[in-house]
């Protein structure tokens, strides 16, 4: 289940299972998202990304689901595996930004357990 | 193995020290970025380099100094820094505006 307090909120999950983790966005005006995972001693890894044009995306074993109505995004990791063990971060670039190059902004991240 | 190389893994400086963190990438991409990250929490946003020109500047303190030498290349110069500027810092490029950023697996700065 889902745990929130002064650390990161974590999901324990059985190995097999499928995996939902969620991210409230705050920004309307956001256009493009990101899906990380982050391991202990390494930087962001890209998982999936989705424009505000699409509801839906898929990857291999993930899907990420975008509801612009309540800005909430969503990560499926279907049949998890102990190497899903990380830290998943959802990341949103404001629409407009006249400046080249990226603006992402980082969600609070969800820490998922794999137990065997 | 990312493809963002940064230099050096781990640096411990002292208040009144000098250094430089490094940052190369050979994929062509044309921006990169500077990024702060505090134990448990998200990735924040120090700067941006597009086509070797600085873009974005998130009101970082001076004592914080980008440069892009070409268009492989960040350098973070350090002096001055406090004990609170220690933390994880990654270094990212991407292909253009609206693609994914390419992390580094970053340095771990310690200020004494």
């Known amino acids: 289940g889902e745990s929130v307090g002064l650390h990161l909120p974590t999901l324990s999950v059985q190995e097999g299972d499928n995996s939902i983790i969620n991210c409230a966005y705050s920004n309307s005006a956001s256009d493009y998202f990101i899906w990380y995972k982050q391991e202990s001693g390494k930087g962001p890894q890209f998982i999936i990304d989705?424009?505000?044009?699409?509801d839906k995306r898929q990857g291999q074993r993930v899907t990420v689901l975008l509801n612009k109505t309540v800005k909430h995004l969503s990560l499926q990791i279907a049949a998890t595996q102990p190497g899903d063990s990380a830290v998943y971060f959802c990341a949103e670039n404001p629409a407009g930004v006249k400046a080249a190059g990226n603006k992402l902004t980082f969600g609070g991240g969800t820490r998922v357990l794999v137990k065997p | 193995d990312t493809e963002v190389t940064q230099t050096p893994k781990h640096l411990v400086m002292g208040m009144t020290n000098k250094k430089s963190l490094k940052c190369e990438q050979h994929m062509g991409h044309r921006a990169m970025y500077w990024y702060k990250q505090k134990a448990k929490k998200p990735p924040e946003l120090m700067f941006v380099?597009?086509?070797?020109?600085?873009?974005i500047n998130e009101s970082v303190p001076s004592r914080f100094s980008p440069e892009c030498p070409n268009s492989s290349l960040l350098n973070l110069h350090l002096h001055a820094l406090q004990p609170e500027d220690s933390a994880l810092y990654l270094c990212?490029?991407?292909?253009?505006?609206?693609?994914?950023?390419?992390f580094g697996n970053g340095t771990r700065l310690t200020v004494t």
């Open positions: 380099y597009s086509y070797e020109k600085l873009s």
């Open positions: 990212a490029s991407s292909q253009e505006i609206r693609s994914p950023l390419h």
């Open positions: 989705i424009r505000s044009n699409m």
